[in-house]
């Protein structure tokens, strides 16, 4: 099974500290994508990678950074954490091709006080 | 832009009824769809996609979807509703050489006894 595995499911930071998610997939997938689900708005796409070093903005990366050095890891970064950040995060990867289903983490509760 | 919309936030169904959650897209080719469905405190899951072919896709869960072009629609159906299908559902579209994956704001289901 594929496995896209999130390393903190709940996170507390204070405003204007810099803060790292990580996200690691275990099935060699071209594509990784962040978005933020947030009530009555759904899941909005943050940035996405379709290779190693390659990323594209996605509908709301203000105030958000990504990298992508190794093919598996994906990393989402708040430069400077503010309240409207708090949100939950998810992670998903793919295959690197448009028909293909996205697998999803169990996600990061992200608290910003 | 390339844009998937689910006119309905909340619906409220029966147990043993048929139920229909309604997705429109608006991409330039013919996209690649998707519905997901998230549990309460749970990850999201496939359900179906389409991306060519048989206009009427089988899913897991006794569900199934229908593509018309002519309607921009990818409609998600099951024939009679158990209480387990209460959760939120997400349409989701990708679209040729784009590996952006864009979701709708989801429909809340819920199931009364």
């Known amino acids: 099974d594929v496995k896209v595995t999130q390393s903190s499911r709940y996170l507390v930071k204070r405003t204007g500290e810099k803060v790292f998610l990580e996200c690691v997939q275990d099935m060699d997938h071209e594509n990784m994508f962040w978005y933020r689900q947030d009530p009555g708005l759904g899941l909005r796409l943050i940035y996405f990678s379709y290779d190693v070093k390659m990323k594209e903005k996605g509908d709301i990366p203000e105030g958000y950074s990504v990298s992508r050095e190794k093919k598996e890891r994906f990393s989402l970064i708040l430069e400077s954490a503010s309240t409207n950040q708090t949100s939950m995060y998810l992670c998903a990867s793919r295959v690197g091709a448009s028909n293909t289903e996205a697998f999803f983490g169990q996600g990061t509760r992200l608290t910003v006080v | 832009a390339q844009s998937v919309t689910q006119p309905d936030i909340h619906i409220t169904v029966s147990e043993g009824a048929s139920l229909e959650l309604r997705c429109n897209y608006s991409?330039?080719?013919?996209?690649?769809l998707f519905w997901y469905v998230q549990s309460p405190g749970q990850g999201l899951q496939l359900l179906l996609k389409?991306?060519?072919?048989?206009?009427l896709v089988q899913g897991i869960k006794g569900f199934e979807a229908e593509f018309k072009r002519s309607q921009s629609s990818f409609n998600l159906r099951k024939p009679s509703v158990h209480w387990s299908d209460a959760a939120e559902y997400f349409c989701a579209g990708s679209g040729g050489s784009n590996y952006k994956l864009t979701f709708g704001k989801g429909t809340l289901l819920t199931v009364n006894p």
């Open positions: 991409y330039g080719a013919t996209p690649y």
């Open positions: 389409y991306f060519s072919g048989d206009t």
